[in-house]
């Protein structure tokens, strides 16, 4: 049994399914992969399917759709006729008080629809960053394979049956 975050068994089974098909890995790491796929696939599709309730409603993207039309009237363009943006927010210029007046009116008129919509959101992120106790096959650190890069050592710390100070001083006393 080990912790884990559900956003890391998202990445650790994305990983899995990813090699799954390749054929130059030991039995064991094959083995190894193969019933950590099996042991996750449950959470995975309890995650997936959340996710997929997420999709905005009709109602949610009418007033999206509302929205980008009060951002393309109002926003302020270059002299190519591009919207001028600072990252993820849009430059309305002398324009700023009608449209956050039209926006209020706009969110008003939405509400309901946003808060729903937010709460789904919040209620997913939420989820995802949950850590939860979860049964995996483990395997030692001897048995990966060579190749593996760092990032996805980290990925799979939680998996090996070592720690990472016994494997470090496993390493340093050159008895790999």
Do not use: C
């Not at 449950?42 to 995650?47: G, K, L, R, T, V």
């Amino acid at each position: 049994m080990i912790n884990i975050s559900r956003d890391d068994i998202v990445n650790v089974y994305g990983w899995f399914e990813s090699i799954s098909d390749r054929g130059d890995f030991s039995d064991n790491f094959k083995f190894f992969v193969l019933r950590n796929i099996d042991k996750l696939k449950d959470e995975i599709s309890a995650i997936r399917n959340f996710q997929s309730s997420l999709n905005p409603s009709d109602k949610f993207l009418e007033f999206d759709k509302e929205r980008l039309q009060l951002v393309h009237l109002l926003a302020k363009t270059d002299e190519n006729g591009e919207m001028i943006s600072n990252g993820d927010k849009y430059f309305m210029g002398e324009n700023e008080e009608e449209f956050n007046t039209k926006y209020a009116k706009l969110t008003d008129k939405y509400y309901d629809v946003i808060v729903e919509h937010d709460s789904k959101e919040t209620s997913f992120i939420e989820l995802i960053k949950e850590e939860i106790e979860i049964d995996v096959t483990k395997i030692t650190y001897k048995q990966l394979p060579k190749d593996i890069n760092i990032q996805t050592l980290y990925l799979l710390q939680p998996f090996l049956k070592e720690t990472m100070d016994e494997i470090e001083e496993t390493l340093l006393n050159g008895t790999e």
